[in-house]
């Protein structure tokens, strides 16, 4: 069955241009001459993609947006539009667009814009084909967990893997970011593509543009030979952006551009080279807030967080550190250790801030050092031994406190407790009173009187 695409334009001329080259590509097309026609034919055709002028008479196509993604989420829009302005495309996809194109384009630009969307919304019957079998066999690899938190995270790995949707993946520091990354492009059609990964922090930004993009030889000083880029290296495949929140200015926009064209010019070249590439990204910045200092481009990140995934860090996610110590046990061959009791305690109470990466740490670090195959208290580091992350100087503890001989202040501790109380419950209040064993109303009271807000509230 032929997808069914509807064009919507006041410009007959341009309509029938449109029409007739889609037609011959293979669509089923339908068009009509205003926006509000065109929300009748859609009713009526239920078309799989649909492509809008930005300026039409009546109902122009910001609305005409707006109301197909109120009839029908899932259905795709392209905007067509002769004021190729950022601010006008970052308004379009805020509001769910998929992508647009620019007065004037050429026959070849509108088929590839046309086919990526009609891939991108899998409505093929190879898509339909692989998300079925994606559903059956869906392989986290190293991606270890039980909670809800994660749960919610495998849900968002199943829908988007199989996509070519960019996705932005953020969260705290040693929270497995490439780890899901790695998940996505295992459970995609692009699995047996490469999976190349690059820090952008970790190279200078001299050389990172060379790194992405490639160069010629002599494009600069010691560019003695020809060199491929991570772009071209991941053709066919995946590429990994980690910290891409650490991109300079300067380079952002011919990422962007990169995305956008899906070519890449390599530095002193003159010839643009055409790339297959998914783009998954990370980064542990907030990105929002990065964009409201000027330090990163709105239109790029909306390119890359088509689909956005946080991680919850390890405190959020107590119930999976158990899972997490036998399965590091068992990738370092010690799959007979166990932990007793109360080190099991003290681990799951501790506050974890370098995340998983330090949990696999930390069991290294104990199975190398063990006298035998129970791990107890006496073996664990004093940080995690004494109760818990230090506070000043004084410890709150999973098991017992430990204070100071100086002393400490009562409500500091207090406020120290509530906290980690709604830290370790998602700052679920109810869930967070019913662990501290006291009313909902006295947890409200104490947030109150000692300032705590949640996270995304501060």
Wanted: with cysteine; glycine share 8%; charged share 25%.
């Amino acid at each position: 069955m032929k997808p069914r695409i509807l064009i919507i334009d006041d410009d007959t001329s341009l309509r029938r241009v449109l029409e007739y080259n889609l037609q011959e590509t293979g669509y089923a097309v339908a068009t009509a001459a205003s926006g509000e026609e065109g929300l009748s034919r859609f009713d009526e055709v239920s078309p799989a993609l649909v492509i809008t002028d930005m300026k039409m008479p009546g109902m122009d196509g910001m609305q005409v947006l707006k109301a197909v993604k109120e009839r029908a989420p899932e259905t795709l829009v392209i905007m067509i539009t002769a004021f190729g302005t950022v601010d006008i495309a970052v308004e379009a996809m805020k509001a769910g667009a998929y992508d647009y194109i620019t007065k004037p384009f050429n026959r070849d630009e509108l088929r590839l814009t046309v086919a990526k969307a009609l891939q991108f919304s899998g409505l093929t019957v190879e898509n339909k084909r692989l998300k079925g079998e994606l559903a059956d066999r869906a392989d986290f690899g190293a991606m270890v967990g039980s909670s809800t938190a994660m749960e919610k995270v495998f849900q968002v790995v199943r829908k988007v893997a199989d996509t070519e949707a960019s996705v932005l993946i953020t969260g705290e520091s040693g929270t497995g970011k490439e780890l899901v990354a790695r998940s996505i492009h295992a459970c995609s059609s692009r699995a047996g593509g490469p999976f190349i990964a690059i820090n952008c922090a970790a190279i200078p930004r001299d050389l990172l543009e060379s790194e992405l993009f490639g160069h010629v030889k002599g494009a600069f000083t010691g560019a003695i030979k020809d060199k491929t880029g991570r772009f071209s290296l991941a053709d066919g495949g995946t590429l990994f952006l980690d910290e891409v929140g650490e991109l300079s200015l300067e380079l952002q926009p011919k990422l962007l551009r990169a995305l956008q064209e899906r070519t890449v010019e390599p530095v002193g070249g003159s010839k643009e080279l055409k790339i297959d590439v998914r783009v998954v990204a990370a980064t542990n910045l907030d990105i929002e807030k990065a964009i409201s200092e000027g330090t990163f481009r709105e239109d790029l990140y909306y390119r890359l967080a088509v689909i956005p995934l946080h991680l919850p860090p390890l405190r959020q996610r107590r119930d999976d550190i158990p899972l997490l110590l036998r399965h590091f046990c068992s990738k370092h061959k010690a799959a007979q250790v166990s932990f007793d009791t109360h080190c099991l305690a003290l681990l799951t109470g501790y506050a974890w801030p370098g995340n998983v990466r330090e949990l696999e740490n930390l069991v290294e670090r104990l199975l190398i050092m063990r006298c035998g195959d129970t791990i107890t208290i006496e073996d664990l580091p004093d940080k995690i031994r004494s109760g818990g992350v230090a506070l000043g100087s004084v410890t709150v503890p999973g098991v017992v406190i430990s204070l100071p001989d100086e002393g400490y202040s009562l409500e500091q501790l207090e406020r120290e407790v509530v906290v980690q109380a709604l830290e370790r419950n998602g700052w679920n209040q109810t869930a967070a009173a019913r662990f501290l064993r006291i009313p909902r109303h006295t947890l409200i009271y104490r947030m109150e009187k000692y300032e705590i807000v949640p996270p995304e509230k501060s």
